[in-house]
């Protein structure tokens, strides 16, 4: 995606670069810093999205877990052995069907959570510092939205 100009937006309001740009450039940008803060810990920026949808819905399939994650199943798979053989997850038996199995978060998994929380949480405040308050919400708002809206 290039960055243009367009002239008049579909509710008729003069716009600037599209907002698939910008949402992607923000992408980019917070994936860059993310990788950077993780680095030391080995993880990469997915991985860490991965531990942190566990940490949310332990107990996860794979095939949930790389739905929330943003992945296919095929990258999941690979992730989460890599994940097990650094011991940050592990798989179980699925309580209500012994041939399924589910992700679960492990205790250093949940270390590496609770290390990277804070660093992660001012990364993200450093995304908004220009915004106030308000707008934090409604921005959080409308990602939401969007994201309703395309699903």
């Known amino acids: 995606m290039t960055e243009t100009a367009r002239p008049v937006a579909a509710h008729g309001v003069a716009?600037?670069?599209?907002?698939?740009?910008?949402?992607?450039?923000?992408?980019?940008?917070?994936?860059?810093?993310?990788e950077e803060l993780l680095k030391p810990a080995g993880v990469t920026a997915l991985q860490y999205t991965a531990l942190t949808v566990l940490e949310r819905h332990d107990g996860a399939s794979a095939a949930q877990l790389a739905r929330d994650s943003f992945v296919t199943a095929q990258s999941m798979a690979d992730m989460v052995r890599a994940l097990e053989s650094r011991n940050l997850v592990r798989h179980e038996p699925h309580p209500h069907n012994r041939r399924e199995k589910v992700i679960r978060l492990a205790a250093p998994g949940r270390r590496l959570l609770a290390d990277h929380a804070e660093p992660a949480r001012q990364l993200e405040e450093r995304m908004v510092q220009e915004l106030e308050p308000a707008d934090v919400d409604r921005f959080r708002d409308a990602l939401k939205s969007a994201h309703r809206s395309l699903s």
């Open 15 to 34: 716009a600037g670069p599209s907002l698939l740009y910008l949402l992607k450039r923000a992408e980019l940008v917070v994936r860059a810093r993310l």
